[in-house]
């Protein structure tokens, strides 16, 4: 009777340790599942947004290295803001990243929202 309960109260803790997809933004680091590939935010390569506080010529662009991770493989990439690059059967998207820039304050910590369209 004490090893029945003693493997159900293992089982049930073990359940806890699996860390659940994250489909939401997502910081450097951790990985997003996009409903195909999982991509993982590595750095940002380029952050020249125009700042909130400020008047631009040119909107600026952000680009994020990442790697997508499928099955059995992975392949890293630079993801510009808002263009679609081609992996696997599909196309993966930076779609939006958070906070604005704000030159004027200490940066805080980016989140990243990504998108894949294709797939089976």
């Known amino acids: 009777m004490k090893a029945i309960v003693l493997v159900a109260v293992l089982s049930s ?18 990985i997003a599942f996009v409903g195909g590939p999982k991509v993982r935010p590595e750095m940002v390569i380029e952050d020249s ?3 909130t506080d400020g008047r631009c010529v040119w909107a600026g662009r952000l680009i994020v290295r990442v790697t997508v ?12 803001r808002g263009i679609p690059v081609n992996v696997a059967d ?12 704000r ?8 989140r990243f929202t990504f998108s894949f369209q294709g797939g089976l």
Request: glycine share 14%; hydrophobic share 35%.
């Open 13 to 30: 803790l073990a359940g806890c340790a699996v860390q659940k997809p994250i489909e939401g933004p997502v910081r450097l680091g951790q």
């Open 69 to 80: 991770l499928g099955g059995g493989w992975s392949r890293q990439l630079d993801l510009t």
């Open 49 to 51: 947004r125009c700042p």
């Open 103 to 110: 030159p004027s304050r200490l940066p805080l910590p980016y």
């Open 90 to 101: 599909g196309t993966i998207t930076l779609v939006a990243a958070t906070p604005p820039r």
